[in-house]
């Protein structure tokens, strides 16, 4: 990328500032239509909380982190519908994409 005098951080990263990992995403319900208001939570082994993301209307999801945690657990919730959870290695440099379809809970059934 070109820096020019008008670059804001030139003084304490003239090469540019490094890019910031993220997980990113898109929740769907079984059919692929896309689920707003689900709570997307990506924690370490030990249980501590990287980052969490809420859905908007597009079901996609954004968790940005430029630490590392390998392995680390990405779990998906929404209300109505089955939770879901992946292991993930992230390494906090690189873009990971990572997307899920939620099934329905039947009247009766629990999660």
């Not at 990263?13 to 990506?42: C, F, H, M, N, S």
């Not at 209300?79 to 292991?87: I, L, S, V």
């Amino acid at each position: 990328p070109l820096r020019g005098p008008g670059y804001a951080a030139r003084d304490y990263a003239p090469e540019g500032l490094a890019p910031r990992g993220k997980i990113v995403g898109v929740i769907t319900d079984a059919e692929g239509w896309p689920l707003p208001r689900t709570k997307v939570t990506l924690t370490r082994a030990t249980g501590e909380v990287v980052g969490t993301f809420e859905t908007r209307k597009q079901g996609r999801y954004e968790v940005l982190s430029d630490t590392a945690c390998d392995p680390c657990t990405l779990k998906v919730e929404r209300m109505g519908f089955a939770p879901a959870e992946r292991e993930v290695q992230y390494n906090g440099a690189n873009s990971l994409w990572f997307s899920f379809a939620l099934r329905r809970l039947e009247a009766g059934d629990e999660h």
